[in-house]
């Protein structure tokens, strides 16, 4: 009676091959994470803005005259408990500053890929702000946004 089993030949080109697929499988997933990543900063940005036009409502139409993300974080304490940092450790984390006088803002998340800016971006006027922020999508990869 004879057993039929497997070489260690053939175990060691199975396992090859696997693993050079998973590798294959891992490589074409990187950029769906890039874009998944890239929408959730978009993501965040438009829920901050909720959170702002509450604090405009209740400070006499102004938005927080301030600058950074630490900073309007401070500043919107009494109405979210925190704000939404970037997904991806060593990224750099959004910006914030106001223009006009508080009559306006700008927001800014750094994307992975200019790819993934919307097609209809437009770049908002930064010329008036307190805090000069590039927000050039397909250059800089850098998504403004801006209320008013």
């Not at 175990?11 to 769906?32: F, N, R």
């Amino acid at each position: 009676m004879s057993k039929k089993s497997f070489t260690l030949i053939e175990l060691l080109v199975v396992v090859a091959i696997i693993s050079i697929l998973a590798s294959a499988l891992m490589v074409g997933l990187g950029g769906a994470r890039k874009k998944a990543r890239d929408a959730r900063r978009i993501s965040d940005l438009r829920t901050v803005q909720s959170s702002l036009e509450v604090y405009y409502v209740q400070n006499n139409n102004t938005y927080p005259m301030v600058d950074g993300w630490n900073n309007l974080e401070n500043a919107l304490a009494g109405i979210t408990s925190q704000l939404p940092q970037d997904p991806l450790p060593g990224n750099p984390n959004y910006d914030y500053t106001f223009c006009d006088d508080g009559q306006r803002y700008v927001m800014q998340a750094h994307l992975e890929d200019a790819n993934n800016c919307p097609a209809n971006y437009k770049a908002p006027d930064t010329a008036t702000c307190s805090a000069g922020l590039n927000c050039d999508c397909v250059n800089n990869q850098n998504y403004c946004v801006s209320f008013k």
